[in-house]
């Protein structure tokens, strides 16, 4: 794999499908939990069977990527240090800009249950880059 | 290399991993042991050798006995040691493994008995059988001696197997001595589902032997006592079939939760399962079906839901499985698919069945339905308004006026904090300034949080925006005035205390209230404030989570850091904090008014699924029975309006 590979449409597709998939497996487990309020059995078997499929096409999707990039942070999927280095750039961003804007964005909206429920996020992504940032040192 | 591998006995690998074999070393773990023990005199009596089981709860220690076969004293030819040594030291080694009988046992405690040895500081085991007593004492897990007869039988069909077990103190380090309660409601339950063992239960105290002739009819009874029941008499439905044993009794309740016990082989599964599923499912379907036949024109909408079906109804569910699959190892859950066609079908019809052939109950049934009909499509446009309500900075009084109206109808039992006295007293204890104070409670509910001040101030005033609030909090308070306190209708400078608690969150742009408070406060006047917050960031968006399907009009997840910040930013001085940690019932606090069904499960599943993260910050439990406590960290603020 190299630049060609990069500036592929195979490369962004193979970004979308990890999303993708990664979307939907959330989907399944969320259904699944009404379903079996529901009492659906076999619905909640499908349910369940489908989203631990979807956890390998996930991963299917990272085998392909691994060798390049982490299609979040774009930076290389590699040892323990660099996937940690990896991680904590993207939670370092959500702690100090993403999240800081979205809950301010929600708030103009006057929706102040959304942007508590972002300052809480943000809040424990601090809490996640602290970890993160002790592991790195030890 | 070679040298670097550890082999461990299995009883060692019981001691070393307790946790995996028995799920916790906690007090659970211990009275995990207890049960194991205890389920496997059941399945002896199932077997129906065994008539009668006794446990016997000391200071220290547990002993089970039942007057079945008696664990063989016979040298296994493989292994060289007695059946009994096999079964107490070899994991999976219980003869229910051999999987010859056809009798509705739960099986697959081998692991138990092995286990409970491994843990126990000391074992004793008695065996009564056709040709005598024999005994044998073991010490962590490993045999002292060899099985010794003690006496020759006096008359030989007196059986069965005693064993007496001292769970170890090293390994179950939060042990302190049995929870009498727990054992003593697992066994009543028991009783309930094995109506022809006898079953007996001696403490130091007392000796109880339990009345179980009602079967499970008993357990019904005892759910039902604090509730009031639609029909005089409760519904019962059984069938037999091939593999499958179902019976269920059950009958709607002025509640609007629904409690399910079930029961597999007499084994609790709360966490329900296909025959649980099937239940729900013929009786929905049962009544759709009287619906359309007995009452069309008059139902509006999509037919009956199954938590409509469901709703007020108190059932007990006991299943005969001959070959069970659970999920998991804790038998919480049962997965057969092969029973769930003829449990929903038999239901239906005898749900049918039972309606028709009682005509005034249908009409009952039918009315309570349409109510509950009528009064979902009410809260929908409720929940409904409360989303309309972003993008404004007023609040819109009626959303709040209609909930706490409805909640004010059972607010003191609605949670345990509420009416927890050391809870009130931390907030009072806070109280520092001079007996003829004026005191302003505000959102005061019922009024006990400003009644906790009474005997320190001169007047308690209370302010609420809910009619029926303000009628409740009048029984307590000197005065109460209806009012929002966005907007509260005193001049400034008026109180010389105001105190709230766990209302803020309920408040979009709380800093509005916060100043209204501060205004209404004169200089010098203290602030008292109680929160529940949670333990540190971490559980924090855990929180938010149950906490919002629990009531949809929570705004703010405060952490401690941003009450702070609300207090401080408002302008208010000489901030204190006490905090104090409190026991909820989950169960309980989600049973109300505003909480969905839909949302209850889910709050039951986002306990169940906790990350271990959470497990280390957040203390709660799960009961055997699944029912959920939560420890909630309650933080009491106390600010000061400054001088100039």
């Known amino acids: 794999m190299d630049n060609k590979f990069e500036s592929s449409q195979t490369f962004e597709n193979l970004k979308k499908s990890f999303e993708d998939e990664a979307k939907l497996y959330f989907r399944y487990k969320f259904f699944l939990s009404v379903s079996e309020y529901e009492g659906l059995d076999k619905t909640s078997k499908i349910l369940r069977d489908f989203s631990e499929g979807s956890l390998d096409n996930v991963n299917g999707s990272l085998d392909f990527l691994r060798n390049f990039k982490d299609p979040s942070s774009m930076v290389p999927i590699g040892n323990s240090t660099q996937n940690i280095a990896s991680i904590l750039q993207t939670e370092i961003e959500q702690t100090s800009e993403i999240y800081p804007q979205m809950a301010k964005v929600a708030r103009e909206e006057g929706f102040t249950d959304v942007a508590s429920w972002f300052d809480t996020l943000e809040k424990l992504k601090r809490n996640h880059v602290t970890r993160l940032k002790e592991n790195q040192s030890v | ?644």
């Open chain 2, 1 to 644: 290399m070679n040298d670097e591998i550890i082999v461990l006995s299995e009883i060692e690998a019981v001691r070393t991993n307790p946790s995996m074999y028995i799920g916790s070393v906690s007090n659970d773990g211990v009275h995990h042991l207890l049960f194991e023990l205890v389920h496997n005199a059941v399945d002896e009596a199932i077997l129906g050798t065994a008539s009668k089981i006794e446990v016997t709860i000391g200071p220290d220690f547990c002993s089970v006995e039942d007057n079945g076969r008696g664990i063989s004293i016979e040298i296994n030819p493989k292994f060289n040691i007695s059946n009994v040594q096999l079964v107490l030291t070899k994991l999976h080694s219980g003869s229910k493994f051999r999987k010859t009988s056809d009798q509705f046992t739960t099986g697959l405690h081998g692991v138990g008995l092995s286990c409970v040895n491994a843990l126990s500081t000391e074992l004793k085991i008695e065996v009564k059988n056709k040709t005598g007593l024999y005994c044998q004492t073991y010490k962590e897990g490993n045999a002292l001696e060899a099985l010794s007869q003690i006496t020759e039988a006096k008359e030989s069909k007196i059986s069965g197997t005693k064993i007496t077990f001292y769970p170890d103190k090293k390994i179950f380090k939060e042990f302190s001595s049995f929870d009498f309660d727990l054992i003593y409601n697992s066994i009543e339950e028991l009783a309930f589902l094995n109506p022809t063992i006898d079953f007996s239960l001696n403490s130091q105290i007392e000796k109880i032997s339990f009345d179980s002739k009602n079967g499970i009819s008993g357990i019904l009874i005892k759910a039902l006592t604090q509730t009031q029941k639609l029909f005089g008499e409760d519904i019962k439905f059984n069938f037999k079939q091939n593999d499958l044993s179902f019976e269920c009794i059950f009958n709607w309740t002025t509640e609007n939760s629904t409690l399910i016990k079930s029961y597999v082989n007499g084994v609790s599964t709360f966490l329900g399962g296909t025959h649980v599923n099937a239940y729900r499912s013929g009786l929905r379907n049962g009544l759709n079906t009287l619906i359309t036949e007995h009452f069309k024109g008059q139902w509006e909408g999509d037919p009956l839901q199954i938590d409509e079906a469901l709703d007020g109804v108190f059932v007990v569910i006991n299943c005969k499985v001959l070959h069970p699959n659970f999920e998991g190892q804790t038998k919480s859950r049962l997965t057969n698919f092969e029973i769930v066609d003829l449990i929903e079908n038999e239901v239906a019809k005898q749900t049918i069945s039972f309606f028709k052939q009682n005509s005034k109950n249908l009409m009952i049934i039918f009315e309570r339905l349409q109510t509950l009909r009528k009064s979902r499509s009410i809260a929908k446009r409720v929940a409904e308004r409360i989303f309309l309500q972003h993008g404004t900075k007023k609040i819109n009084e009626e959303v709040y006026k209609k909930q706490f109206g409805e909640r004010s109808k059972t607010w003191h039992s609605s949670a345990v904090w509420i009416t927890d006295q050391e809870l009130l007293k931390a907030h009072a204890d806070h109280f520092e300034l001079s007996e003829d104070a004026i005191a302003l409670d505000v959102c005061c509910g019922s009024g006990v949080v400003g009644a906790s001040f009474k005997h320190k101030v001169k007047k308690v005033i209370g302010l609420d925006l809910t009619p029926e609030m303000v009628n409740l909090s009048k029984t307590r308070l000197d005065e109460v005035h209806q009012g929002n306190v966005y907007n509260i209708p005193f001049p400034e400078n008026a109180f010389d205390l105001v105190c709230t608690r766990e209302v803020l969150h309920l408040l979009p742009y709380p800093e509005n209230p916060v100043s209204e408070i501060y205004r209404v406060l004169k200089p010098g006047a203290q602030f008292i404030v109680g929160q529940i917050l949670p333990f540190s960031e971490v559980d924090s968006a855990w929180m938010y989570r149950i906490f919002k399907k629990k009531q949809p009009l929570i705004f703010n997840m405060f952490q401690e850091e941003d009450f702070r910040k609300l207090l401080l930013g408002a302008g208010f001085v000489d901030l204190k904090m006490t905090e104090m940690n409190v026991w909820e019932n989950i169960d309980v606090w989600i049973n109300s008014y505003e909480t969905t069904h839909l949302h209850r499960h889910e709050i039951r599943e986002i306990y169940r699924n906790a990350s271990s993260e959470i497990k280390e910050v957040h203390p709660f439990k799960i009961l055997p029975n699944g029912e959920i406590h939560d420890l909630w960290r309650w933080c009491i603020f106390s600010v000061t309006k400054p001088l100039s």
